[in-house]
């Protein structure tokens, strides 16, 4: 599949980390499955993969976690 931004790379399984921002709480997570493009770089999370991200995520912020770093787990 070509990447939908540069439009000239292919889109590859990868882990990427990815950080999540929301109000104070800043989230990072690393390991996180996507697709990403060996062009430009840009990566892709599926619905499910978001879903999880933004509840784990939440669960960060209600705790009132300001920084938190972790490994993705889906």
């Known amino acids: 599949m070509k990447c939908p931004i ?7 399984p990868a882990k ?16 996180v499955p996507a ?15 978001t879903a999880e991200l933004l509840r784990q995520a939440e669960a960060s912020a209600k705790a009132g976690v300001e920084v938190e770093v972790k490994s993705f787990a889906a």
């Open 16 to 31: 990427v980390t990815i950080t999540l921002d929301r109000g104070p709480t800043t989230v990072v997570f690393k390991g």
């Open 35 to 49: 697709r990403q493009c060996v062009n430009c770089g840009e990566s892709f999370v599926d619905e499910k993969v």
């Open 6 to 12: 540069c439009k000239h790379g292919q889109m590859h």
